[in-house]
T-cell receptor, first 112, second 116 residues
Framework: NAGVTQTPKFRILKIGQSMTLQCTQD?????MYWYRQDPGMGLKLIYY???????DKGEVPNGYNVSRSTTEDFPLRLELAAPSQTSVYFCASSQQVTYEQYFGPGTRLTVT | AQKVTQAQTEISVVEKEDVTLDCVYETRDTTYYLFWYKQPPSGELVFLIR??????QNEISGRYSWNFQKSTSSFNFTITASQVVDSAVYFCALSGRGGGADGLTFGKGTHLIIQP
């Protein structure tokens, strides 16, 4: 039981490049989330999903896209990377009933 | 809009001292959930506790205890007899309608340093 896994762990992008952050959970959770954490700040919600095929915007969705074709996977797409997207990205999942979220190890992204 | 305030940016204590981390929240929801997470230097986020708005009983888990006071919109976290391994950033978080379907609103975190 791996929980929530994220790849890659680290990535450096040039301005204007695109990439996909991968997130997979093996707990059969319906709810999945993407957050970003900037230095000295708490986490901010980018997108979330309540089940396969259903996604919705969080607090800071601009510059990102998501899809949820399966219960297990919730990839985050960055289009036209900008320095403002330099951050640590966390994926999380939760079971509908208990609601505590379980987080992946994070992806540290630098855009230069 | 929901808001979580952790006014203490950094706290430094000597090992074995007791320490309390403050959390004040704002929400218009009548049903909500409060959480504490720990982020050690390794960077992962570790779930510590979840409390719903209808349960104001304090909770104790070993050296950790939580004081939920609805009247003051506070959910404070106390570590008794602190240890170096408690050094981490601690986040308080709030969920709203749907019990978390819209994600969590996090405070900015309190960096706790336990000196040996």
């Amino acid at each position: 039981n791996a929980g929530v896994t994220q790849t890659p762990k680290f990535r450096i992008l040039k301005i204007g490049q695109s990439m996909t952050l991968q997130c997979t959970q093996d707990m059969n959770h319906n709810y999945m989330y993407w957050y970003r954490q900037d230095p000295g700040m708490g986490l901010k919600l980018i997108y979330y999903s309540v089940g396969a095929g259903i996604t919705d915007k969080g607090e800071v969705p601009n510059g990102y896209n998501v899809s949820r074709s399966t219960t297990e996977d919730f990839p985050l797409r960055l289009e036209l990377a900008a320095p403002s997207q330099t951050s640590v990205y966390f994926c999380a999942s939760s079971q509908q009933v208990t609601y505590e979220q379980y987080f992946g190890p994070g992806t540290r992204l630098t855009v230069t | 809009a929901q808001k979580v305030t952790q006014a203490q940016t950094e706290i430094s204590v000597v090992e074995k001292e007791d320490v309390t981390l403050d959390c004040v929240y704002e929400t218009r929801d009548t049903t909500y959930y409060l959480f504490w997470y720990k982020q050690p230097p390794s960077g992962e986020l570790v779930f510590l506790i979840r409390r719903n708005s209808f349960d104001e009983q304090n909770e104790i888990s070993g050296r950790y205890s939580w004081n939920f006071q609805k009247s003051t919109s506070s959910f404070n976290f106390t570590i008794t007899a602190s240890q170096v391994v408690d050094s981490a950033v601690y986040f308080c978080a709030l969920s709203g309608r749907g019990g978390g379907a819209d994600g969590l609103t996090f405070g900015k975190g309190t960096h706790l340093i336990i000196q040996p």
